[in-house]
């Protein structure tokens, strides 16, 4: 099989998994959104950035902006491979590990599990993201129109995050009063962030030219 060329039917190089829970917590259900304000800070910090005004000496106010990480992780992998065809492994998993962060405070702040988000621990939610050869399987221009190529996928991932919205305020309801995720709920939520996962593979973490196929699966 030439470099670089996918089996038929290979798993997509981006994957996420989210064991379905049995039993949920009405109380921390019901108190969700408050419950994950400290680690939904954590997570801002880490990832969001950030505008300071400031003085100077003459009297003159200027507003600076700051890059946020993610911002950062793009930009950087983006030159390495567009000048070096690199890829290197310490940001990769610099970058996996916060994209781990990420989907486990996603996923309780989506009510998806009950266990409050580790930062080390995977806890329930399996992500994961393969480290690509990028001499063999990246193509050094692919970075600069990947964004662009993904367009279609923004357009439905929109009215897919809708639909999620309210799948969640019906499972919340539906937690209140049975202690249980709706298995179709569940499945459809998870099938999203799936789908949205394997989109920032594709364009912004940058790990594979493989482009994401249309699918909750």
């Known amino acids: 099989m030439p470099p670089g060329v996918q089996p038929t039917g290979a798993p997509y ?113 399996t992500l994961d993201v393969e480290y690509p050869d990028a001499e063999r399987d990246l193509k050094r221009g692919m970075p600069l129109v990947k964004w662009f190529l993904a367009i279609p996928h923004y357009i439905v991932l929109f009215f897919l995050a809708i639909g999620a919205f309210f799948a969640v305020i019906a499972a919340w309801f539906a937690i209140l009063l049975t202690g249980r995720y709706p298995r179709g709920l569940f499945d459809y939520v998870v099938g999203v962030g799936r789908w949205a996962l394997r989109v920032e593979a594709y364009a912004f973490l940058l790990t594979t030219d493989r482009y994401p196929p249309f699918s909750l699966s």
């Open 13 to 125: 190089p981006a994957r996420l998994e989210i064991q379905y829970p049995e039993q949920l917590n009405r109380v921390t259900t019901a108190f969700r959104l408050i419950l994950a304000i400290p680690i939904m800070i954590v997570l801002g910090i880490l990832t969001g950035g950030g505008t300071q005004t400031t003085q100077t000496s003459g009297g003159e106010w200027v507003t600076t902006t700051s890059m946020s990480v993610g911002g950062a992780l793009f930009a950087v992998t983006l030159l390495m491979i567009l000048f070096r065809k690199r890829y290197p492994r310490w940001w990769f998993d610099f970058a996996l590990e916060l994209t781990r962060f990420s989907a486990r405070v996603t996923a309780y702040c989506l009510l998806l599990t009950d266990t409050y988000p580790s930062t080390v621990e995977h806890q329930a939610v």
